[in-house]
């Protein structure tokens, strides 16, 4: 179930002022608010966005944390490959199936 | 019988966010074909659009992801991206509660349809409404099917949600319009973006056109994904539109593909078969 | 045929949290019906325990009002009230995300469930399970019918979802028990709280009692609201495992109505037929 | 749509600690956030219990509001009568169907 608080986290990044906010200011409090493993926080917190993309964390939602970072569209796509490369193929979520690559 | 127009078309953010990085020849046809839509629309004399999307986490989120929502406010408020990036200006956009719920009562016989009284759109709806409707000057009517978080509601029940859809505009007094938009092959935000299954998109089309129910159904999700991607998940929007048409056959005004928008462009009407 | 127990019950807030405010033989009656469920479900061997009820604004709200929700998470939350105030302490209740995706699969072909990955009880859920399971060692699935907010789903859809519900369960290779939670009438939070029409209540439980379907379907929202106030809406829960049990009957265990409770207190189980 | 905008603020004011910490210390600011009438901004500012009954608040969520300010509980139920003989009958919401009473 974890999957589901790592994107509910981004989600409410992405819908949220308050949010984000509390993510500028507060980041640990904030973190600690949701139902996270070690490797998840790690992940978000670096941000690695190819880890997260391994995780499971969906495009349309993964898309808006690169950009809260300021990371380019291009470094973006590019991240997830390198993910699958460093952590292995998708493992849970709608990427899993075909292991976030074109079969 | 007062459903008076029915099409389908697509939404992508590039259209209008990365309009100058398409080639010419194909960006001209396209929007020489939401235009001819734009004019079918106002001559049908709709006084109601109802858009039939499926949004991008933009309302709905697994902590309660509705198969089925339809929009029952006044006004709603889009698109929620950065207006720059999306290349649209966020507006208010009219809407209409009490024909909304009218819809909402009759639908609700045979699709478990969720409500929702406020809703920001996202590029799923602004996109064609900024072809559609670019003065805002007719109420839309904005409706989910969850095309995002599996589990994913059965292709067939898209198909009885457009019939659902159809009948309650048939039994109102108000001229509706109604357009599905999204799909169909693509990869959105994934390391597969900008590409394209042209096959895959002609098929659909096809059975599209010739509202070949059998075919529009025969999709698996897994197939889906593994040949057009999460982005043909799509696909419900279209069926539902055929849903409403059922019996009747359509045209194909644009299939233009265009990777720098990373998606098949497309622009369809349906025909409406008074019963 | 896995479906091992089915029954219905109130889950009024004044049960727990005005407790010593109740006639005592009358509550003596009461909590001995709760027990003789919860000794029922435990002796049924079931591994989960699906509890269809009608949450009173906790997690659902105008803004995507779902028809029909059901739970998909690892565990939840509840009761989200005071402590004190509702006499409930609040604890994590096992889930299973995996059996409430099966489920939902299943369901989505008939019925156009929205799902939630969190979900947080109020006394609607937290006040049966407090008498049900009170060590909280079983599985539960929540489900929700939209009760509170209209446009409400129309009654026989609510006697499909139980019918889908159940063609879920005995497809499926776990021990399930169901219940229903809610009303009968009531008017909770409004001038008439405390008010009890034992008149309305009987005939309606006679109706469950012999699963009468056209009896317990002939009711309009008007005639409810009018007779079994606001809270008579939550009859929604009980056509459902009338639903989930077509053709079979029912007992009634416990009818005490408590104007301290606000509401006619009832427990019934209904048979299962095995087809 | 008004109604939808009260009932919001309340469920907000009901369900999320921040919205309450805001109101608490930020009222105006908060309300304005909500697209609310004149009539509605006074019945929640004063508050008017009765009015926001009158005005079609359904009793789940405006029992809550009633805690917030500590009014207890037979007041409130005293409050809805009350408003009811003061503003008149149940404007709209699930009550107007019997104009906030029994018939
Ligand atoms: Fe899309
Ligand atoms: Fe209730």
Redesign the pocket.
């Known amino acids: 179930m974890s999957l589901y608080y790592v994107q509910k986290l981004i989600y409410e990044l992405n819908r949220n002022p308050d949010t984000t906010k509390r993510f500028e200011e507060n980041r640990e409090a904030l973190l600690a608010s949701y139902d996270l493993t070690d490797e998840e926080l790690t992940a978000i917190r670096k941000p690695d966005i190819g880890l997260l993309y391994v995780l499971g964390v969906n495009g349309?939602i993964l898309m808006h944390y690169a950009a809260l970072w300021k990371i380019p569209w291009d470094d973006y796509l590019k991240s997830m490959e390198d993910g699958v490369k460093e952590h292995g193929p998708v493992r849970t979520g709608l990427y899993a199936r075909t292991e976030g690559k074109l079969s | 019988m007062t459903l008076v127009f029915a099409g389908a078309c697509s939404?992508?953010p590039g259209i209008t966010g990365r309009a100058n990085r398409g080639d010419p020849e194909q960006r001209k046809n396209l929007l020489e074909s939401y235009d001819k839509m734009r004019l079918a629309i106002k001559s049908s004399g709709a006084e109601a659009l109802i858009v039939i999307?499926?949004?991008?986490f933009a309302n709905f989120f697994m902590n309660n992801m509705p198969a089925y929502c339809i929009g029952m406010a006044d006004y709603y408020e889009g698109p929620i991206e950065d207006e720059e990036w999306l290349g649209i200006k966020r507006v208010k956009v009219p809407g209409n509660s009490e024909l909304s719920e009218e819809i909402i009562q009759i639908v609700m016989n045979d699709i478990d349809v969720s409500y929702a009284q406020e809703w920001k759109f996202d590029?799923?709806i602004s996109v064609p409404l900024n072809f559609l409707t670019p003065n805002y000057d007719i109420d839309v009517i904005p409706v989910n099917i969850n095309?995002q978080g599996p589990p994913l509601t059965p292709l067939n029940r898209a198909y009885e949600f457009g019939k659902s859809i159809r009948k309650a505009c048939d039994s109102i007094n108000t001229k509706i319009a109604i357009i599905g938009?999204?799909?169909i092959s693509?990869w959105?935000c994934t390391p597969d973006s900008g590409k394209i299954n042209e096959d895959f998109d002609k098929t659909f089309l096809n059975s599209f056109i010739f509202n070949d129910k059998k075919a529009l159904l025969s999709y698996s999700d897994k197939e889906t994904y593994e040949k057009a991607g999460q982005?043909g998940f799509?696909i419900r929007t279209w069926i539902a539109v055929a849903g409403a048409c059922e019996g009747s056959k359509g045209e194909l005004w644009c299939y233009e593909p265009i990777p720098n928008y990373a998606v098949g462009c497309t622009v369809a009407n349906m025909e409406i078969n008074y019963k």
């Open positions: 349309q | 939404h992508a999307a499926a949004e991008h590029h799923g095309c938009t999204g799909g693509h959105p982005g799509e």
